[in-house]
């Protein structure tokens, strides 16, 4: 159909930081483009609105909400937008067919300079189309921009702005985070104070002598913030789980673990252990059974100056009594004699588990071939792109664009692939371990260090031990040992007692 000579049109430019700096967007090149669009289709420009630096993820865009305005006051005055591509106007599906109904509405055509469609059903169907692939496009780019981010993360390394007490430094092309002497002095100086037992406006009025102005909530933030024990926690990516930052700690962590359980941070975690203390190993897993406290341990004076151990209840107001260490210990060896299994019933465990084994391995040996499978097929992909580069089939936009989910893709696979091999691996070698550790429970217990006593006792009694009766008992054992004894053992490893929560 053609156009009069009166019929007039807006144009509608934008660019992002980020599309200006990667694909040379700007503004005069899209103009200079829709300008001459609007010549070659006979339209008088009426206005030009000119969007920099934002993005097409929302509408909430300055220029755009201009335009919006300009529309309506001028309805009856303008026959068409003029936009350089659909995705200048917007990245997402929705938005754009929300303002393609409102041009509508105002009898407004759009025009894509790059992309020819109408107002015809074929036409509709085109702009859709583009709408939808803009969106796919900008969630793909989302989609690798996080998985960057993970990376990066599960690499140790900080990607936001630094925080207080540190500083970025660009090592080898990548951010690391480095002490800024200063503020680190600062940090440091707010967890020994607090650790001291230093709180509220005391605090604060000590910190702030330094010449910085600290406020109750930028400390509280501190005293939170794992950054600072040489940790990255991102609970959206990871929950609760911590990262090994590559950027050196301003506070130790055991100081900053400690600061979390006055603070209430870990008040569902277990609580920290005690110091380890061979004279009474126990320590630490023995609680009272009338008053459920954790039993301590300290040494008697008797005749001659002469130095007796005992395990006692910490409260002076329970009804338990300090007993012997040594026939506490004795009981408790009898316990390890009771819950551990002879010689029939590891055997017949292994046994088990050797057709257990033997069904993980098939499937083990499948899921290697579905793995192997998938890194030669993605191999194959990288290989065709370089031949079609090689050939200058396509450019190298195009070839990076296409490059990147395909690395990704391939590292996430062997990533997979070598946690598959080292998890299995490591289960067997546990699990062989495991049974040696549980055949000799007493004597491993009678000629081990006092720290594999401690890693020892929390997996074997897992709700701690009791002492009653002359007795050392437990509420819970192991699956495992319930397994390899059959259940015989754990009525004898019970003791009946009234139970306190700690």
């Given at each position: 159909?053609?156009?009069?000579?009166?019929?007039?049109?807006?144009?509608?430019?934008?660019?992002?930081?980020?599309e200006?700096?990667?694909?040379?967007?700007?503004?005069?090149?899209q103009e200079?483009?829709?300008?001459?669009?609007?010549?070659?289709?006979?339209?008088?420009v009426?206005?030009?609105?000119?969007?920099?630096?934002?993005?097409?993820?929302?509408?909430?865009?300055?220029?755009?909400?201009?335009?919006?305005?300009y529309?309506n006051?001028?309805k009856?005055?303008?026959?068409a937008?003029?936009?350089?591509?659909?995705?200048?106007?917007?990245?997402?599906?929705?938005?754009?067919?929300?303002?393609?109904?409102?041009?509508d509405?105002l009898?407004?055509?759009?025009?894509?300079?790059?992309?020819?469609?109408?107002r015809?059903?074929?036409?509709?169907?085109s702009?859709?189309?583009?709408?939808?692939?803009?969106?796919?496009?900008?969630?793909?780019?989302?989609?690798?921009?996080?998985?960057?981010?993970?990376?990066?993360?599960?690499e140790?390394?900080?990607?936001?702005?630094?925080?207080?007490?540190?500083?970025?430094?660009?090592?080898?092309?990548?951010s690391?985070l480095?002490?800024?002497?200063d503020?680190?002095?600062?940090?440091r100086?707010?967890?020994?104070?607090?650790?001291?037992?230093?709180?509220?406006?005391?605090?604060?009025?000590k910190?702030?002598?330094?010449?910085?102005?600290?406020?109750?909530q930028?400390?509280?933030?501190?005293?939170?913030n794992?950054?600072y024990?040489?940790?990255?926690?991102i609970?959206?990516?990871?929950?609760?789980?911590?990262k090994?930052?590559?950027h050196?700690?301003?506070?130790?962590?055991?100081l900053?673990d400690?600061?979390?359980?006055k603070?209430?941070?870990y008040?569902?975690?277990?609580?920290?252990?005690?110091?380890?203390?061979?004279?009474?190993?126990?320590?630490?897993?023995l609680?009272?059974p009338?008053?459920?406290?954790?039993?301590?341990?300290?040494?008697?004076?008797?005749?001659?100056?002469?130095?007796?151990?005992y395990?006692?209840?910490?409260?002076?107001k329970?009804?338990?009594?300090?007993?012997?260490?040594?026939?506490?210990?004795?009981?408790?060896?009898?316990?390890?004699?009771?819950?551990?299994?002879?010689?029939?019933?590891?055997?017949?465990?292994?046994?088990?588990m050797?057709?257990?084994?033997?069904?993980?391995?098939?499937?083990?040996?499948s899921e290697?071939?579905r793995?192997?499978?998938?890194?030669?097929?993605?191999?194959?992909?990288?290989?065709?792109?370089?031949?079609?580069?090689?050939?200058?089939?396509?450019?190298?936009?195009?070839?990076?664009?296409?490059?990147?989910?395909?690395?990704?893709?391939?590292?996430?696979?062997?990533?997979y692939?070598?946690?598959?091999?080292?998890?299995?691996?490591?289960?067997?070698?546990?699990?062989?371990?495991?049974?040696?550790?549980f055949?000799?429970?007493?004597?491993?217990?009678?000629?081990?260090t006092?720290?594999?006593?401690?890693?020892l006792?929390?997996i074997?009694?897992?709700?701690?031990?009791?002492?009653?009766?002359?007795?050392?008992?437990?509420?819970?054992i192991?699956?495992i040992l319930?397994?390899?004894?059959?259940?015989?053992?754990?009525?004898?490893?019970?003791v009946a007692?009234?139970?306190?929560?700690?």
């Open positions: 159909m053609e156009r009069k000579s009166n019929m007039k049109a807006i144009i509608y430019i934008r660019v992002s930081t980020t200006q700096a990667e694909k040379g967007y700007s503004l005069k090149a200079e483009s829709c300008l001459k669009y609007a010549s070659n289709n006979n339209y008088e009426a206005e030009i609105f000119r969007e920099e630096g934002e993005s097409a993820k929302t509408v909430d865009r300055t220029e755009l909400k201009k335009m919006l305005k529309m006051r001028n009856n005055a303008i026959d937008l003029i936009v350089y591509k659909m995705d200048r106007l917007s990245r997402d599906t929705h938005d754009s067919l929300s303002l393609r109904i409102t041009f509405k009898g407004i055509e759009l025009k894509s300079v790059t992309e020819p469609f109408d015809s059903a074929a036409g509709t169907l702009a859709n189309i583009l709408s939808v692939l803009a969106q796919f496009d900008n969630d793909q780019r989302a989609e690798r921009t996080v998985a960057g981010m993970k990376q990066a993360v599960e140790g390394r900080w990607i936001w702005r630094a925080p207080f007490g540190y500083r970025l430094n660009k090592i080898d092309g990548k690391i480095v002490q800024d002497k503020e680190a002095d600062s940090i100086q707010i967890f020994k104070l607090y650790g001291k037992g230093v709180k509220g406006r005391e605090l604060i009025s910190i702030n002598k330094k010449g910085r102005k600290f406020s109750k930028t400390i509280s933030k501190i005293l939170r794992e950054v024990k040489g940790k990255i926690k609970e959206k990516w990871f929950g609760d789980q911590e090994d930052g590559l050196k700690p301003i506070v130790d962590p055991e900053f400690r600061i979390q359980f603070l209430g941070v008040k569902n975690l277990q609580k920290p252990k005690l110091k380890l203390n061979k004279n009474f190993p126990l320590r630490g897993i609680y009272c009338e008053c459920g406290s954790m039993i301590t341990g300290s040494f008697s004076t008797g005749r001659g100056n002469r130095k007796y151990p395990y006692r209840c910490p409260d002076s329970c009804s338990f009594k300090s007993k012997k260490r040594d026939e506490v210990e004795e009981s408790f060896i009898k316990l390890l004699h009771s819950l551990t299994p002879d010689e029939k019933e590891i055997k017949n465990f292994k046994k088990a050797e057709e257990v084994w033997k069904e993980k391995n098939k499937s083990k040996a290697a071939r793995i192997e499978g998938k890194i030669k097929k993605t191999d194959g992909k990288i290989d065709n792109l370089i031949d079609l580069r090689g050939k200058n089939l396509i450019d190298d936009e195009e070839f990076s664009r296409r490059y990147e989910p395909l690395k990704l893709e391939k590292h996430e696979i062997t990533t692939k070598k946690e598959n091999e080292t998890n299995h691996k490591s289960i067997e070698s546990y699990l062989d371990y495991g049974l040696k550790v055949e000799n429970m007493p004597y491993f217990w009678k000629n081990s006092i720290e594999a006593k401690d890693k006792l929390p074997v009694f897992p709700e701690g031990i009791y002492y009653k009766d002359k007795k050392v008992g437990t509420t819970k192991p699956t319930r397994v390899l004894k059959g259940g015989n053992g754990e009525k004898s490893a019970m007692h009234r139970r306190l929560e700690p």
